[in-house]
């Protein structure tokens, strides 16, 4: 029974790890998120401030605000004479300390109380920035943001009963658990510091910011001043991606710096490697000195997510105006400059691109500014109007339980809804809606919910609110257009753009 139930062990063994494999690779093909995304590579300027701080959390407080100097001197002035300072500083805080030491231990039955090491380390503090302003008094007052990162030993002695005990200060946190170390656990130190830094920065009192519009959010937007033409004409010794037969290749390319513009894509060319496109494609340019060509190249798949094969850009502001340029880009695995694995080879891309501005008689129409609002359609009621209602964008809406946020209008008795976008705290919308009436709506509100709704099936939390607005429409009647961005009630938060226009037939 032995060599048999060994065999059969062994039969076994090989045929549960062929299931195995077999139903994990149906999890891996099918059962993939559909809401991951491509990283969008956008320039610095256009980033936010909050972007910035959290991509370079220790910019100076000079090159954040204006108002503040930049004082390197002063820190190397410090730096030298640390070792002088802190023997003062330490000097100082004992010569003050001793005598209410000395007139407090006896009420203790303390016989003595003194510091056994007093110092204040070998890091010294270092200051970030200074602002000076003066005041009505005639007096001028030195701003300074000052850290200190130090090391200091404080070693206090205290003598009682014949018994000697040492205390040294230390700050810093921890927690055990039956005699164990739980901050030993990987990731949990991090986390807890990281959970004790945003609860301390909740508390503090940040500036605040008043905006006042100058001018339309719609018209801030850059104008086009040129056309990017691009034609992708082949690909050579491309990697293939599959385990069986060649890849399927198609090129992915967009320009960066305008998230509202779509992507374009070349046709897949089916099991081959060295594909030939030849196909030409234009792209609208608004910024040539920071706006850059992506091109990705991607093996098709028929089930599961496409695999990058490879990818490479282009810096419009090296291309001269007018000027058709042949390129033959060698493909790399991302723009890292550092990474290793752009060492190996992935193949190439030619492609064609010829950079065409636009003179003032070739801008078109569909791209000028115009303040003026379209005419309600015919049928119309005399008097009446259509009110056009645009769904912009959200930002920084966050639910308790999920955050796949969609906005729900309410007017007059009508509900109409946005598309609902999955696992996004920023979703941009671009919905339009419209209302016929038969008089202007002046006392009338337009009420706006930001909902989410769970994509898991379950009967707990399928849906909750992250915020909401009611917008008086008496602006929008006087004015015929307003495109303002509010602040949701009930969110932290949470921001909504939206633009309405009164269109009449007159």
């Known amino acids: 029974m032995g060599f048999f139930g060994t065999i059969l062990g062994f039969f ?20 993939q998120p559909t809401d991951v995304k491509d990283p969008e590579v956008c320039p610095f300027v256009e980033q936010d401030s909050t972007t910035l701080q959290r991509l370079l959390p220790e910019i100076p407080l000079w090159v954040k605000n204006p108002d503040y100097d930049r004082i390197d001197w002063l820190n190397k002035f410090i730096a030298s004479m640390w070792p002088y300072l802190d023997k003062a500083i330490c000097k100082t805080v004992e010569n003050i300390t001793k005598p209410i030491i000395a007139e407090q231990i006896p009420n203790y039955k303390i ?7 007093l110092t204040l380390g070998t890091l010294p503090p270092t200051f ?3 602002k000076v302003y003066t005041t009505d008094e005639k007096e001028l007052i030195m701003e300074l ?14 003598k009682a009963f014949g018994l000697k005990a040492t205390v040294q200060p230390h700050v810093d946190f921890g927690l055990k658990l039956m005699g164990a170390d739980v901050m030993s656990i990987p990731g949990l130190y991090i986390f807890v510091q990281e959970f ?16 006042v519009q100058v001018m339309d959010p719609s018209r801030a937007f850059k104008r086009p001043v040129g056309i990017l033409q691009v034609k992708v004409l082949r ?17 992915k390319l967009k320009l960066t710096g305008d998230s509202r513009l779509s992507s374009k894509k070349t046709t897949v060319k089916h099991k081959n490697l060295n594909p030939e496109w030849n196909e030409e494609f234009s792209l609208v340019v608004k910024d040539p000195e920071s706006q850059v060509l992506e091109l990705r190249v991607y093996d098709w798949e028929q089930v599961g997510k496409h695999d990058k094969m490879g990818m490479n850009m282009i810096t419009l502001k090296d291309l001269t105006p ?20 752009n060492e190996r080879s992935r193949g190439q891309l030619e492609v064609e691109v010829t950079y065409k501005p636009f003179t003032e008689d070739d801008i078109p129409k569909e791209f000028e500014e115009s303040n003026t609002v379209e005419k309600a359609p015919e049928g119309t009621p005399d008097g009446g109007g259509l009110l056009v209602v ?18 729900r209008l309410i007017f007059k008795g009508e509900e109409r809804r946005t598309k609902p976008i999955k696992k996004n705290r920023d979703p941009r919308w671009e919905e339009e809606f419209q209302f016929m009436l038969d008089e202007p709506p002046i006392n009338d509100k337009l009420h706006v919910e930001v909902m989410s709704s769970s994509s898991k099936l379950g009967l707990l939390h399928t849906k909750e609110i992250l915020g909401y607005i009611d917008i008086n429409l008496a602006d929008v009647i006087s004015n015929k257009r307003i495109n303002e961005k509010y602040h949701l009630i009930d969110s932290k938060n949470g921001i909504i753009q939206i633009e309405m226009q009164w269109r009449t037939s007159s």
């Open 12 to 31: 076994g063994f090989c045929f549960g790890t062929s299931i195995g494999l077999v139903i994990g690779y149906y999890f891996f093909i099918y059962f």
């Open 235 to 251: 690909a050579k010794k491309l990697k293939k991606k599959d385990l069986i037969g060649a890849s399927d290749p198609y090129v």
């Open 390 to 407: 645009i769904v912009h964008e959200a930002q920084d809406v966050e639910g308790k339980h999920h955050t796949n946020p969609y906005a």
């Open 145 to 158: 943001s000052l850290k200190w990162a130090g090391n200091p030993n404080v070693i206090v002695a205290a």
């Open 196 to 211: 004790i830094k945003d609860q301390v920065a909740n508390m503090y009192l940040w500036p605040k910011t008043l905006e």
């Open 128 to 130: 970030h920035g200074m």
């Open 111 to 117: 016989e003595s109380v003194e510091f056994e090491a």
């Open 322 to 341: 007018d000027e058709p340029k042949v390129m033959t880009l060698d493909l790399l695995k991302n723009m890292d400059p550092n990474d290793v694995q």
